[in-house]
């Protein structure tokens, strides 16, 4: 909370060597990661916590978040969507309005291309 990534990154590794970790450790440790700008270290613990709590709105959300930088839209739309199902987030909501436009805009150039 007071911004120290750098910080709690090594603290959060130290916990999930010294025994197995919880969903919440990863994705909490998955939120530091995505604040450094690390989206596939960060993508990775999320599907560590969606395997061990599929219903991790948190998980869901990072991840979408994720996919939306990387440029992945579809993915993040589902995430994204799967997220606000489960546990509704204003960020979250004008995150997944953006990933809609994005694909809207793709499929736009899809059909575009497929009719010349």
Same mark, same amino acid.
Do not use: W
């Given at each position: %909370?007071?911004?120290?990534?750098?910080?709690?990154?090594? $603290? *959060?590794?130290e916990?999930i060597?010294s025994?197995?970790?919880?969903?919440?450790l990863?994705a909490n440790?998955?939120?530091?990661? *995505?604040?450094?700008?690390?989206?596939?270290? %960060?993508?990775?613990?999320?599907?560590? &916590?969606?395997?061990?709590?599929?219903? %991790?709105? @948190?998980?869901?959300?990072?991840?979408?978040?994720?996919?939306l930088k990387?440029?992945?839209?579809?993915?993040?739309l @589902?995430?994204?969507?799967?997220?606000q &199902? /489960?546990?509704f987030? #204003?960020?979250?909501? /004008?995150?997944?309005?953006?990933?809609t436009e994005?694909? @809207?805009?793709i #499929?736009?150039?899809v059909v $575009?291309?497929?009719?010349e």
């Open positions: %909370s007071q911004g120290m990534y750098d910080e709690a990154l090594v $603290k *959060f590794n916990a060597v025994a197995e970790p919880s969903a919440l990863l440790r998955g939120h530091v990661l *995505f604040k450094l700008n690390k989206y596939t270290a %960060s993508s990775r613990d999320c599907d560590a &916590t969606l395997e061990k709590n599929p219903d %991790s709105a @948190k998980a869901l959300r990072i991840r979408g978040e994720c996919n990387r440029g992945k839209y579809h993915d993040a @589902k995430d994204l969507s799967a997220a &199902t /489960i546990d987030d #204003e960020e979250a909501a /004008i995150m997944l309005k953006e990933a994005k694909c @809207k805009e #499929e736009a150039v $575009k291309m497929k009719l």
